[in-house]
């Protein structure tokens, strides 16, 4: 097996935790090939650090804007009054 | 002519058993199921559940497609919008998350595409298929990493770093990636949503983290643990 070649099937050796224990060249050229393997454990990571990374939270004052807009259209939709829906 | 039309008969047949199957394994794994059915039959309070679990999700994922915060605002009332109009039409076909999260991408890509002046542009673009024929750029800049990625995470400057460089891949890329790897939706999933083949989703996957590995390890790598890649010139015994 070549770079190339584990380039290629880069995907599954990241996604599948089984791969390499499947795929017993990609385990046996990774062994064999620093550079490919600090590009598979680069890949792991810039992965990792988008999941960890950033979490979005939207302004508070958006949020109860937005909400009373949906509360409008659900009413308009179910033809429910405020009353009728909280009793 | 009679066999042929048995054998897709029987297809039909296992092909209709299969997809039940497909949606009783949903709906026994979907978690967000029973808020659903509680606000279809007009349970407001039910939705309003629904809309706390998945706002600040539907806000992030509009703010890394547009890189904008009144558009990804924008994007999340049309998207609770859209489901409250379509509350009916939701048939169990995948799970509520995927079915809310494949609303918000499509609003998010709409405006995108407004907002570059591309009205007409599908996102099953022939030039950017063409371009997933080319061969696959070689890593690079290969090197360990100063931290690991939980730690990284935590400092500040990271924020910036990502989103800029998840700004520069391009749409296409940037909204599998996002999709994939940052919302963990499944290859499958993802296809659907943006109702493109299986094999697009992966070289789209594949082309956006590469991108992303070599951007990231330019910034984050140790430039004395610096590799030199020798490609396919570099056969490997096996």
Do not use: P, V
């Given at each position: 097996m070549t770079c190339d070649e584990l380039l290629i099937a880069l995907n599954e050796v990241v996604d599948s935790e089984t791969a390499l224990e499947i795929y017993k060249e990609f385990a046996a050229h990774l062994s064999n090939c620093n550079p490919c393997q600090v590009v598979l454990d680069n890949i792991r990571q810039t992965i990792t650090l988008f999941q960890a990374g950033q979490e979005y939270h939207m302004p508070p004052s958006f949020q109860e804007k937005y909400q009373q807009i949906i509360e409008s259209k659900w009413d308009e939709k179910f033809h429910k009054s405020k009353n009728e829906k909280n009793s | 002519m009679i066999v042929v039309a048995e054998e897709y008969s029987l297809n039909n047949s296992r092909k209709n058993e299969l997809e039940s199957l497909i949606k009783q394994k949903i709906s026994v794994d979907d978690e967000d199921l029973p808020l659903w059915q509680e606000a279809k039959d007009g349970n407001f309070k039910a939705f309003q559940e629904l809309m706390n679990r998945f706002q600040n999700r539907v806000y992030g994922l509009a703010f890394r497609i547009l890189n904008n915060p009144q558009d990804a605002e924008d994007i999340v009332q049309q998207t609770f919008l859209t489901l409250v109009e379509q509350i009916?039409?939701?048939?169990?076909?995948?799970?509520v998350k995927t079915w809310i999260l494949g609303i918000a991408t499509n609003h998010a890509l709409k405006l995108l595409r407004k907002r570059k002046g591309?009205?007409?542009?599908?996102?099953?673009d022939r030039n950017l298929d063409s371009i997933n024929h080319e061969p696959l750029p070689h890593p690079e800049y290969i090197a360990v990493w100063r931290d690991n990625p939980e730690n990284l995470?935590?400092?500040?400057e990271l924020k910036i770093l990502l989103s800029e460089s998840l700004n520069r891949l391009e749409e296409a890329y940037r909204t599998v990636f996002i999709l994939?790897?940052?919302?963990?939706?499944s290859t499958e999933e993802t296809a659907n949503i943006l109702d493109i083949s299986l094999s697009n989703v992966k070289i789209r996957l594949l082309r956006a983290r590469l991108q992303l590995r070599e951007d990231l390890t330019k910034k984050l790598g140790i430039e004395a643990t610096r590799l030199i890649s020798t490609h396919s010139e570099h056969p490997i015994s096996k």
């Open positions: - | 009916d039409r939701y048939r169990g076909e995948s799970k591309q009205y007409y542009t599908s996102f099953n995470a935590t400092q500040k994939r790897d940052i919302e963990g939706l």
